[in-house]
């Protein structure tokens, strides 16, 4: 069974930085794509970055150039880099593992969430 466990969630004043990090373990063999997505209360949960394993980058408008995904394809670990946080990005960030070749065939995980509150 693959996991996807988040950290470095938390409350930070608008205009601060946070650096979210999410390892997959289990018994995996690749992972193509991994994300971050989101969630506000109220709303739908929406894309927030992807990256690939070859290092390809999409990133949502309302977050270029203030965030930054990256990942370590050793560690199957991806990394959200968020800098200017603003009220509005205030939403519990999930971490998705897509195309995961793994030992029940090629499937999607989501990990538990993290909590990111952006005070005005």
């Known amino acids: 069974q693959v996991q996807l466990v988040e950290s470095g969630g938390g409350l930070v004043q608008a205009g601060g930085s946070l650096r979210l990090s999410c390892a997959a373990s289990?018994?995996?063999?690749?992972?193509?794509?991994l994300g971050w997505y989101r969630q506000a209360p109220g709303k739908q949960r929406e894309l927030v970055a992807t990256i690939t394993s070859g290092g390809s980058t999409n990133y949502a408008d309302s977050v270029k150039g203030r965030f930054t995904i990256s990942r370590d394809n050793a560690k199957n670990t991806v990394y959200l880099q968020m800098n200017s946080l603003k009220p509005e990005d205030t939403a519990v960030y999930y971490c998705k593992a897509d195309q995961v070749v793994d030992r029940e065939g090629i499937n999607h995980y989501w990990g538990q969430g993290t909590q990111v509150t952006v005070s005005s």
């Open positions: 289990g018994r995996i063999f690749s992972i193509n794509v």
